[in-house]
């Protein structure tokens, strides 16, 4: 099974910047389209970023402007750079990418904490 561990998460102040990472490893595997959710206390795990195998991306309408997800298929890495960070993007951020294998599946990391202080 493939392993997603994500890194960079932490505290900052509104209008601050975090960029979180997130590391695939395992054996004989490719990946197709990584994404980024979010699940904020009391309330429904969010897409917020996805980027196919040959880089297509796309944003949920709260983060367009201040986000932007990036990867390195050679490093089996994704990324999200985050931007003039507001209270409300406070949230456990967690990376999915969508394993092609013998039989395809998808992989969740454990979330890393996103907190933005007022």
């Known amino acids: 099974q493939v392993q997603l561990v994500e890194s960079g998460g932490g505290l900052v102040q509104a209008g601050g910047s975090l960029r979180l990472s997130c590391a695939a490893s395992?054996?004989?595997?490719?990946?197709?389209?990584m994404r980024w959710y979010r699940q904020a206390p009391g309330k429904q795990r969010e897409l917020v970023a996805v980027?196919?195998?040959?880089?297509?991306?796309h944003y949920a309408d709260s983060v367009k402007g201040r986000f932007t997800i990036s990867r390195d298929n050679a490093k089996n890495k994704v990324y999200l750079q985050m931007n003039s960070l507001k209270p409300e993007d406070t949230a456990v951020y967690y990376c999915?990418?969508?394993?092609?294998?013998?039989?395809?599946?998808?992989?969740w990391g454990q979330g890393t904490q996103v907190t933005v202080s007022s």
């Open positions: 999915n990418a969508v394993i092609l294998t013998d039989t395809n599946y998808s992989a």
């Open positions: 980027i196919s195998s040959v880089g297509n991306v």
């Open positions: 395992g054996s004989s595997f490719s990946i197709n389209d």
